[in-house]
């Protein structure tokens, strides 16, 4: 039987401190504001490069306490690849498995397209994934997906619904076509 795990969000933050745009500040100040009284819901893992970040994910047991993992990165679509501050990171670097009943976030351009989603969802074990089909607005990414934690950690939606809620709400307004893809379905 799996362990349950708290809804906790793990923010890897892959964007470049030089760039001024930071998600996972976003997020952790409206999710701190939703939940004054739960400080520990939203932890942010700020990514320097590569191999720093796949030693950190290696850690399973930094990992289990999260039900969701979201990646803040840009998308590279033709290489299949996130683009770090020093490095790419495809699924084949990531530890088989890591991911195993949990979903997964890529607030990255394009990275909602099929092939990856295979590719994470088959190596990784994740439960769901979730990415924009197109390029998408940095602020609008970080819309999308502060309504989507809100509903799923604070109203009780499960994923699934929290998405279509979020999708239904903001599709004419949030540029980036988001997908979600079920394990099951993803390959």
């Known amino acids: 039987m799996a362990k349950r ?3 906790r969000v793990l923010v890897l933050e892959c964007i470049p401190k030089s760039e001024r745009k930071n998600e996972a500040a976003i997020l952790d100040h409206f999710l701190r504001m939703v939940f004054f009284d739960r400080r520990d819901t939203v932890t ?5 490069g590569k191999t720093q970040l796949i030693n950190y994910l290696d850690k399973k047991r930094d990992l289990d306490e999260y039900q969701f993992i979201h990646f803040s990165a840009h ?7 996130l683009r ?4 790419h990171l495809f699924a084949k670097d990531l530890k088989p498995g890591c991911f195993e009943a949990k979903t997964v976030s890529f607030s990255s351009c394009a990275m909602g397209r099929k092939e990856f989603a295979t590719q994470v969802i088959n190596h ?3 439960e769901n994934m979730i990415a924009p089909l197109y390029d998408v607005y940095y602020a609008d990414a970080a819309l999308w997906f502060m309504n989507f934690y809100y509903l799923v950690l604070d ?5 699934v619904s929290a998405f279509q809620r979020v999708n239904r709400m ?3 307004k949030v540029k980036g076509g988001f997908k979600f893809y079920y394990g099951k379905d993803a390959g």
């Open 124 to 126: 990784t074990g994740a």
């Open 75 to 81: 998308g590279e679509s033709e290489e299949d690849s």
């Open 5 to 7: 795990v708290s809804k």
């Open 155 to 159: 109203s009780g939606y499960s994923p």
């Open 170 to 172: 903001l599709s004419d």
């Open 44 to 48: 942010i893992y700020p990514v320097t």
């Open 84 to 87: 770090l501050p020093r490095g």
